[in-house]
């Protein structure tokens, strides 16, 4: 499921550090092929949502199944899965033709 974007022209696969690299720069050149490709960032919300949906439902669960839930352990979750979410950022990045 998790996969690092590859390069549109040649397939070369990017390397986590390479791939948050590329996500900043407007034009992206292959270091391998030298052909021009863009970062899509399309799914990054997706991710997102997907995490939000989870953290309320853990939240939820928190709330329920522990006596002495609180506010510091909710935000403890939620942060937590915001860190897990920007680490995973560059498996949600795909590289397009320009
Ligand atoms: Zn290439």
């Given at each position: 499921?998790?996969?690092?974007?590859?390069?549109?022209?040649?397939?070369?696969?990017?390397?986590?550090?390479?791939?948050?690299?590329?996500?900043?720069?407007?034009?992206?050149?292959?270091?391998?092929?030298?052909?021009?490709?863009?970062?899509?960032?399309?799914?990054?919300?997706?991710?997102?949502?997907?995490?939000?949906?989870?953290t309320a439902i853990f939240d939820v669960l928190e709330l329920y199944m522990m006596k002495g839930a609180s506010f510091v352990g909710l935000m403890i979750t939620n942060v937590t899965a915001l860190t897990v979410g920007f680490f995973l950022i560059p498996f949600f990045v795909s590289f397009k033709k320009k």
């Open positions: 499921m998790f996969k690092l974007p590859v390069c549109p022209h040649c397939k070369t696969v990017y390397r986590y550090g390479d791939v948050k690299r590329e996500m900043r720069k407007k034009k992206c050149v292959c270091y391998h092929c030298k052909g021009q490709f863009r970062a899509v960032k399309k799914k990054i919300l997706f991710l997102f949502l997907i995490i939000a949906l989870i």
